[in-house]
Nanobody, 119 residues
Framework: VKLVESGGGLVQPGGSLRLSCAAS????????MSWYRQAPGKERAFIAT????????KYADSVKGRFTISRDNAKNTVYLQMSSLKPEDTAVYYC?????????????WGQGTQVTVSS
């Protein structure tokens, strides 16, 4: 399993970013995919998840209405569209595969992508 996150950067409060996670080494279309984030000094936290076919999604309350998870099974890629960003969204963002929408994680993580929200 290989996961490569990209798209992070420095953005002002209220701005937007789209993160990507390119997956390989497993049958991408058979697994749900999730995004997590880890802020300095905090544990990794769940952000969003999407089912294998993309028909179901769930979000953490902290990002509901601001973030949108999507996937392209033809490109083996999952996305996280982030808008109305806040300083508290600053973190390293990771994607992971899981057996179902809120099922077991496969346990592999990429290197993450840094998102910094600051004026």
């Amino acid at each position: 399993v290989k996961l490569v996150e990209s798209g992070g950067g420095l953005v002002q409060p209220g701005g937007s970013l789209r993160l990507s996670c390119a997956a390989s080494g497993f049958t991408f279309s058979s697994y749900a995919m999730s995004w997590y984030r880890q802020a300095p000094g905090k544990e990794r936290a769940f952000i969003a998840t999407i089912s294998s076919a993309g028909g179901s999604t769930k979000y953490a309350d902290s990002v509901k209405g601001r973030f949108t998870i999507s996937r392209d099974n033809a490109k083996n890629t999952v996305y996280l569209q982030m808008s109305s960003l806040k300083p508290e969204d600053t973190a390293v963002y990771y994607c992971s595969a899981r057996t179902s929408l809120l099922g077991s994680l496969l346990g592999s993580w990429g290197q993450g992508t840094q998102v910094t929200v600051s004026s």
